[in-house]
C-alpha cells in the first residue's frame, strides 16, 4: 500500500502563499487518485482538490469551488511529489491538510500538516 509523507504547512498572514508537498512511495503516474483534503476544527474533512488517472478518460484535476483560481495541484514524477500551491490565503483556508491516495482499491492518507492563516 502507498504510503504519503506530508510537508509544508506552517504559519500565514491573510493574502499570503505556502506550498504544501506530499512524497509517496511509488510514482504518482502510476497511482490512480492523488489529492489534497482538508478539515477545519469541528468540521468533516472535505475535498480540496484531485488529479486523477483514468484508463479512459486521462488525467483529470478537480477543485473545490472555494479554492479553484487560489489553489493548484500539481505532480512531479521524478519525485514522486504531489504539490498544492496555495495563493491569496484566508483566514477560512485554516485547517490540516491531508494528502490522500487511491492506489488499487486501497485509500492511503498522509500524517496531515497544519495550516494557519492569521495576521
Known amino acids: 500500500q502507498v504510503q504519503l509523507v506530508e510537508s509544508g504547512g506552517g504559519l500565514v498572514q491573510p493574502g499570503g502563499s505556502l506550498r504544501l508537498s506530499c512524497v509517496a512511495s511509488?510514482?504518482?503516474?502510476?497511482?490512480?487518485?492523488v489529492g489534497w483534503y482538508r478539515q477545519a476544527q469541528g468540521s468533516q474533512r472535505e475535498l480540496v482538490a484531485r488529479?486523477?488517472?483514468?484508463?479512459?478518460?486521462?488525467?483529470?484535476?478537480h477543485y473545490a469551488n472555494s479554492v479553484r483560481g487560489r489553489f493548484t495541484i500539481s505532480t512531479d514524477n521524478d519525485k514522486n511529489t504531489v504539490y498544492l500551491q496555495m495563493n491569496s490565503l484566508k483566514f477560512e483556508d485554516t485547517a490540516v491538510y491531508y494528502c490522500?491516495?487511491?492506489?488499487?482499491?486501497?485509500?492511503?492518507w498522509g500524517q496531515g500538516t497544519q495550516v494557519t492563516v492569521s495576521p
Open positions: 488529479i486523477t488517472n483514468g484508463i479512459t478518460t486521462g488525467r483529470t484535476t
Open positions: 511509488k510514482s504518482v503516474s502510476s497511482i490512480y487518485a
Open positions: 490522500n491516495a487511491v492506489d488499487n482499491g486501497h485509500v492511503a
